[in-house]
């Protein structure tokens, strides 16, 4: 049967890559990206937010079996906060009603190596749990002026984290039968970090903050793959998990005690 599903980011990197792999097994994708997707739309605006849900719905023909957000930027902006949470919890939670319907509903977002492991601003962590855009945006413009702007791509994913594994479990979540889990990337290859790689001493810098003993630097198919699985029907189980596929960077990083 053809599984209808809604990927953000589509139109590069791991978003491409996973719908690429989902085309492959006969799902229908619903690519949601600012160009060349099914959906353009800017996931950085509450209006581009609720014109996606509402083409994504359109186009599905009100019925959808899956979701994953891809899309995120780097960089310490406030941009960097209202794409990667905000954008990322209002498709997610404007598209679950539906998804609720569906006889095997999945939904998984990216969350980051970064999330886990990097220093964050705990107060634009907490404006973004409290769902305060406002708030979240002016506290990044903050961390800015006091020279902190490299905090605010890591509090974009620790908060996202944070949001999933608290919601995941909820009635709303796993008691409709959504099997709601994300996966937090190591360093990926893609369009995201290359200019990284083209800085010698930026490399170096990944070397000892991301180190990744298994296999190095992961393609954006690895990552694919993984996501995949997640909203396969076959992941009858899995509810609020953060899941590392990094390399070994995180269990390097933080060590044995943490699991
Ligand atoms: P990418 O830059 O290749 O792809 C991101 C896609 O998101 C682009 O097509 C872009 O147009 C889209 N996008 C950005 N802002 C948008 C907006 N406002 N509205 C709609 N679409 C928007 O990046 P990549 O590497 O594929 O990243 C995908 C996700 O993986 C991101 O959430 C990123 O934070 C995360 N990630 C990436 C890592 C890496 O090393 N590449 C590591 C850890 C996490």
Redesign the pocket.
Known sequence: MTRKIAV?????????ALAGLLREQGDQVIG????DADVC????TRD?RALAVESVLRLAGGALDGVVA?????GGTP?TV???YF?VVALLEGLRPVLAAAPAPRAAV?????GGIQPVDPDVVAACLEGDEDAAVALAERAIERGAGALL?PSS?SALARWLRRVAVTPGWAGTGISLNAI??????????APLFADEAMRAVMATAVPMPLNGHAR?EA?GEALRWLISPANTHMAGQVVYVDGGAEATVRGPDVY
Do not use: H, W
Not at 41 to 44: I, K, R, T, V, Y
Not at 70 to 74: P, T
């Open positions: 953000s980011g589509s139109a590069s990197g791991i978003g491409r949601i990206d600012l160009k739309a800017d996931l950085g581009g891809c899309a995120g930027v780097a941009l209202r794409v990667n954008g990216v969350c980051s190596i970064a791509y994913k937090a990337p190591g360093i990926v290859l893609t369009p995201m970090t954006p990552i």
